[in-house]
């Protein structure tokens, strides 16, 4: 009796080992494949982490000096950030850990598919990268130092967008405008080659071009981009030719020209892209009194997001040799955020610049320490840039400057304006994208076509407006973006899409009320809210799961028709 329970108590005893055996290793093996999954991680951030932050140092320096030394110092960083990517050992390692599975933490698995995009765009013969970098880094260079020369005048940017504005005389306005665009002409023959190295490099992954590669690597399918944009196309058509046809009444009168004699140097911006200022009040006159800078600090403070370390990093205003431009940029992931911008006394300025914050906002200042270096950044490009139209509306808004105590003189006015500019603007920007994302498409499929025709015939589709008699110019490549950006344009559209759906959450369930009437002025509950629903999760969910997230729904258009398709 008593070895029979000595027995059992063994064959129990042995019985319990097997079991925590069977699983301690099969706990092994999850924690083995997790394991090698965060070692790989590890050594790629400390690998390309300091590569990435020199190459954000080397292009604040080129961009905000223009210095030959400087853009070559830009040009070599950006070659060895490349060449760390392009490692093929370490992309085989990478495919490998992707494929193998067993890696059960999804915070892991995210981090491998992101890098995985990241890699990829790098698997080719390092010399074509080199290749491809440094001919967009001369043309980039050209952009920053070219400037409009009209007679024996050099004008800034600014400078010609007051032409654009200001002037009666039409062909003031075409000298102007013509000479704004005949940077094209300086870049056009090394942009039509880099074009085709861009092609080659795609091929060479197996995609079909450089567009279809790129829109991938932004984790999007192009033919689902195309029918969101053929439906934005419907959606926005006639109210656009409604608008425009009162916008052309306005223009001609101002010029003292029939409406059929209307060209692209009517148009106030360079490339019809903006809305023209016709309009009652004129918002500039506001803005000529008061500090921009000091309206941000004191606006995104408001809300519980201050950046007043960030414009103390910021190189802010006009100087030769600058990009004459605004862009925001995260160092280090770290809290390194900048801004460089050419600040004048305007509306346009100070709605650049309430944009450009919110780019800072949405970066490592608030996307928590706690999330991984690779996901420490914003969900997509598109997602940063709805957050920076989002904040940019209120420049339009006479509530918003009397609750930031700025007098306006006619706020009933400013008001009226502000939304007529608004509607306006938002749908001359999406035709504008239309053109922008079809004519990459056209262009990356085909860079040996008449791409000045193919400019142009997309120009008077999707923009109604007339191209100049008898003109044969590069206009397109007078276009930064297609250089420095390429392929994103569509995104621009699509954060509309994004910031329509955000605002008219906070409308919804923060604040209480509707869209029109919603004002974030002083109200911390809107910085939580982003803080918590759209900066948090930074890169761990995909563009469209974080949509959801935040808003309740993937990405659609019906916040943005609501708001301004609508008569």
């Known amino acids: 009796m008593v070895l029979s329970r000595v027995l059992w108590i063994v064959l129990f005893l042995c019985l319990i080992g097997e079991l925590v055996s069977w699983s301690a290793s099969s706990t092994a093996g999850v924690t083995t494949s997790d394991a090698a999954a965060q070692d790989f991680i590890n050594r790629h951030v400390a690998r390309v982490r300091p590569l990435e932050i020199a190459v954000g140092l080397a292009w604040w320096e080129a961009n905000t ?39 059960q933490d999804p915070l892991l698995k995210r981090q491998l598919d992101v890098l995985y995009l990241q890699y990829l765009e790098k698997q080719v013969d390092p010399e074509l990268l080199k290749q491809i970098t440094a001919k967009a880094n001369a043309i980039e260079k050209a952009f920053n130092v070219y400037r409009a020369r009209v007679g024996d005048k050099e004008m800034t940017d600014s400078e010609v967008r007051k032409v654009l504005r200001d002037s009666r005389d039409s062909a003031q306005r075409k000298a102007v405008w013509e000479a704004s665009k005949d940077v094209g002409k300086v870049v056009e023959a090394d942009l039509k080659e880099l074009v085709k190295l861009r092609n080659q490099a795609a091929r060479k992954l197996g995609f079909r071009d450089y567009h279809q590669m ?31 046809k009162e916008i052309d009444v306005r223009l001609a009168a101002y010029c003292g020209i029939p409406v059929n004699e209307l060209r692209p140097w009517h ?66 992931r770290e809290g390194d955020v900048r801004v460089l911008a050419n600040i004048v006394p305007n509306e346009y300025w100070m709605a650049t610049m309430l944009h450009e914050l919110g780019h800072a906002v949405y970066t490592s200042k608030n996307i928590p320490q706690t999330v991984p270096y690779v996901l420490r950044t914003e969900s997509h490009i598109l997602t940063t840039e709805g957050i920076a139209m989002l904040f940019e509306q209120f420049s339009k808004s006479a509530d918003w400057l009397q609750q930031m105590g700025v007098k306006v003189e006619n706020p009933e006015s400013f008001d009226r304006t502000g939304r007529q500019m608004r509607r306006n603007q938002l749908l001359i920007f999406s035709r504008w994208c239309q053109v922008m994302l079809r004519f990459e498409k056209a262009m990356y499929e085909n860079p040996d076509q008449d791409l000045n025709k193919l400019w142009w015939d997309l120009v008077e589709k999707y923009q109604a407006v007339a191209r100049p008699e008898g003109r044969n110019a590069p206009d397109y490549a007078s276009k930064i973006h297609i250089v420095s950006a390429p392929c994103y344009y569509h995104n621009y559209m699509m954060g509309e899409l994004f910031a329509c759906q955000v605002h008219h959450t906070i409308a919804r369930e923060v604040l209480k009320t509707t869209p029109d009437k919603a004002s974030y002025v002083g109200r911390k509950e809107v910085g939580d809210f982003l803080k918590t629903k759209v900066f948090a999760p930074g890169k761990t969910l995909a563009w469209n799961a974080l949509t959801e997230h935040a808003t309740g729904e993937k990405l659609n258009a019906k916040a943005f028709a609501a708001d301004f398709a609508k008569p």
């Open 65 to 103: 000096t223009g210095s030959d030394e400087a853009f070559a110092r830009k040009e070599q960083a950006q070659n060895r950030l490349d060449a760390a990517l392009a490692d093929p050992q370490v992309f085989a390692d990478l495919k490998q850990l992707r494929t193998q599975g067993g890696v």
């Open 267 to 332: 148009y106030h911006d360079p490339f019809f892209q903006e809305a023209p200022a016709i309009y009652e009040t004129s918002l500039d006159a506001v803005y000529a009194k008061v500090d921009i800078l000091d309206l941000c600090r004191r606006f995104y403070a408001g809300i519980g997001l201050p950046v007043d370390d960030v414009l103390a990093r910021s190189d802010l205003y006009e100087r030769k040799g600058k990009s004459p431009h605004a862009f925001c940029t995260d160092i280090d």
């Open 214 to 244: 790129m829109l991938h690597l932004a984790e999007q399918d192009q033919n689902d981009v195309l029918r969101l944009f053929d439906e934005l196309d419907t959606l926005t058509r006639q109210p656009f030719l409604q608008m425009k």
